[in-house]
């Protein structure tokens, strides 16, 4: 069974850049994982952040993006805001066609 | 502008059959560029991968859940459809719906969810 793995909980400070990470209980997580991200505040829909690795959803700020370091999938929030306080959910598409979500990271802006 | 709603009882007996559709308005469901899926949400737990469809038919589903789920598609009323047997507590979570963006050309490949319904809770209980 294949299991995604993100950080329980993150902490950043107002301004501060924080890089959440995502990865494979077995393997390394390639662009061919397609990795995406989601952010979601409690009691609300997801909403998506980004595909493809490091593409921007549509009216995502440039302060959002994604990328691949080392063996996992990354987002980096660069200046982080109050309102960016979320969980954050990776995503990855298995060639089976299966889609795996990883467990959340929670984000605090303190 | 694409949206996607949910509906369903928002309680079910353990050991009975969820039921669920999503109608999807502004769009149509067939389209050869997505699949059409199911996510949830248990309380105060993360988002977990249901399955998905797409206008044809072609279903793929969590293994973990593959046993209990059957998704259908009506192309004639945009919608599709989540069935969740023999369910127990462990069921009752936040119900979504999302569009699944599968397509691709040459090196260019798609993989992601773009749009979500509101979701709509299930519970399990007696």
């Known amino acids: 069974q294949t299991v995604v793995t993100q950080e329980p909980s993150f902490s950043v400070s107002p301004g501060g850049t924080v890089t959440l990470t995502c990865g494979l209980s077995s393997g390394s997580v390639s662009t061919t994982y397609y990795p995406s991200w989601y952010q979601q505040t409690p009691g609300q829909t997801p909403r998506t952040l980004i595909y493809?690795?490091?593409t921007r959803s549509s009216g995502v700020p440039d302060r959002f993006s994604g990328s691949i370091l080392g063996n996992k999938a990354a987002l980096t929030i660069t200046g982080a805001q109050a309102d960016d306080e979320s969980d954050y959910y990776c995503?990855?598409?298995?060639?089976?066609?299966?889609?795996?979500f990883g467990g959340g990271t929670k984000l605090t802006v303190l | 502008q694409l949206q996607l709603q949910e509906s369903g009882p928002g309680l079910v007996k353990p050991s009975e059959t969820l039921s669920l559709t999503c109608t999807v308005s502004?769009?149509?469901?067939?389209?050869?560029?997505?699949?059409w899926g199911w996510i949830r949400q248990p309380p105060g737990k993360g988002l977990e991968w249901i399955g998905n469809i797409y206008y044809s038919g072609s279903t793929y589903y969590n293994p973990s859940l593959k046993s209990r789920i059957t998704i259908s598609v009506d192309t004639s009323k945009n919608q599709f459809s989540l069935r969740l047997s023999s369910v127990t507590a462990a069921d009752t979570a936040v119900y979504y719906c999302?569009?699944?963006?599968?397509?691709?050309?040459?090196?260019?490949?798609?993989?992601?969810?773009?749009?979500w319904g509101k979701g709509t809770t299930v519970t399990v209980s007696s």
């Open positions: 493809s690795t490091d």
């Open positions: 999302a569009r699944h963006v599968t397509y691709g050309a040459g090196y260019y490949y798609f993989y992601y969810m773009d749009v």
């Open positions: 995503v990855l598409y298995m060639r089976s066609g299966i889609w795996v």
């Open positions: 502004g769009g149509s469901i067939s389209s050869s560029s997505y699949h």
